[in-house]
């Protein structure tokens, strides 16, 4: 009996001394918690120096020929006041799609937006801010058009047979 007792106590020191090793590793990397010391550490290189970019493209347009279109009035055919224009959509390829005009009300009270196709709109003389842009719709078109809400589906009123179908 005394023999399996010093067995036993033998097989446990064993096991026990085989756990510890086990726990503790015989890897040599540092703990997680620590770094390597100064002389293991590896130096990044410099990165090579970049290309300088290039010079950008210029174009220059005569101040009589552009002019921008946002806050310009929007007229019909016939003269009638159609509202202004306070934004221009475009598509993911970046043409220009629509135009969104504040219509109706006053002093921005009881208007709504509406969105028409650009090529309903023409810019023709608009030399300065006091000229308006023409839209070929009457205002009896444009005051049955839905309204455009924030995240919703934009309709887009178009002149008659202008308006091209979005395709993504």
Known sequence: MRARLQFAFLAIVVAAFAAGAAWAGD???PPADQ???AQEQ???APAAPK?????PSVTIIEA?????VLGRDVRSTTGEDMGRIVDVIVDRAGQVRAAVIDFGGFLGVGSRKIVVDWNALHFGQIANKGESITLELTKDQVKAAPENKEDAPIVVLGASGTLLPFTP
């Open 64 to 68: 009589a020929d552009a002019h921008g």
């Open 27 to 29: 890897d040599a990397s």
């Open 51 to 55: 290309e300088p970019a290039p010079p």
């Open 42 to 44: 590896k130096a990044v």
């Open 35 to 37: 770094s390597p010391p």
